[in-house]
T-cell receptor, first 116, second 112 residues
Framework: DGGITQSPKYLFRKEGQNVTLSCEQN?????MYWYRQDPGQGLRLIYY???????QKGDIAEGYSVSREKKESFPLTVTSAQKNPTAFYLC???????????????FGEGSWLTVV | SQELEQSPQSLIVQEGKNLTINCTSS?????LYWYKQKYGEGLIFLMM?????EEKSHEKITAKLDEKKQQSSLHITASQPSHAGIYLC????????????FGTGTRLTVIP
């Protein structure tokens, strides 16, 4: 089945450690995204990528890093510089939008990160 | 971003009742997307609206975009427990935009 797979579903991290969240899609989408969701704040964009080996910062990129070495994969690293990393992280993908057609963004099941 | 406001923040209805959720933008929308989310899970795409005055329906859910393209409503007819969850609207603000800005969501509870 086509879709977006995130792993792990639950992750605990000690303060000062970096952790990497995996995101893989087999939808042949060009664009991939990472969002963070906190209670009462909706979704906020961390990073997005429209093409392999290229990515752009979103609204809250500080303390995070990404890579896009393959079209199917867009891993997110939460570094020790991220001061409040405990949150629900959502990966998403879409076709590229055009002047005449919008794009629908499809989401993975999410990953819970807790700092202990 | 506070460019997109959803109301109400939460809603509790009796099964079988109709309900409406609103999404208001401070800027003209290029596209408006509705998603549903179960707590702690991913977002499920419901509908996308692009044209002013556009209306789309899927089963018992109808979404409309106003003529000025700054407000959308999501209407559920004869609600069921399966409709419970968090409804989020996402906005695209420019042609060719590849990112969506999201509202804070409306938590819907349906009492059997």
């Amino acid at each position: 089945d086509g879709g977006i797979t995130q792993s792990p579903k639950y992750l605990f991290r000690k303060e000062g450690q970096n952790v990497t969240l995996s995101c893989e899609q087999n939808l042949n989408h060009d664009a991939m995204y990472w969002y963070r969701q906190d209670p009462g704040q909706g979704l906020r964009l961390i990073y997005y990528s429209q093409i392999v080996n290229d990515f752009q910062k979103g609204d809250i990129a500080e303390g995070y890093s990404v890579s896009r070495e393959k079209k199917e994969s867009f891993p997110l690293t939460v570094t020790s510089a991220q001061k409040n990393p405990t949150a629900f992280y959502l990966c998403a993908s879409s076709r590229l939008s055009s002047r005449t057609a919008g794009n629908t963004i499809y989401f993975g099941e999410g990953s819970w990160l807790t700092v202990v | 971003s506070q460019e997109l406001e959803q109301s109400p923040q939460s809603l509790i209805v009796q099964e079988g009742k109709n309900l409406t959720i609103n999404c208001t933008s401070s800027k003209t929308l290029y596209g408006l997307y509705w998603y549903k989310q179960k707590y702690g899970e991913g977002l499920i795409f419901l509908m996308m609206l692009q044209k002013g005055g556009e209306e789309k329906s899927h089963e018992k859910i109808t979404a409309k975009l106003d003529e000025k393209k700054q407000q959308s409503s999501l209407h559920i007819t004869a609600s069921q427990p399966s409709h419970a969850g968090i409804y989020l609207c996402g906005a695209a603000y420019q042609t060719g935009a590849n990112n969506l800005f999201f509202g804070t969501g409306t938590r819907l509870t349906v009492i059997p």
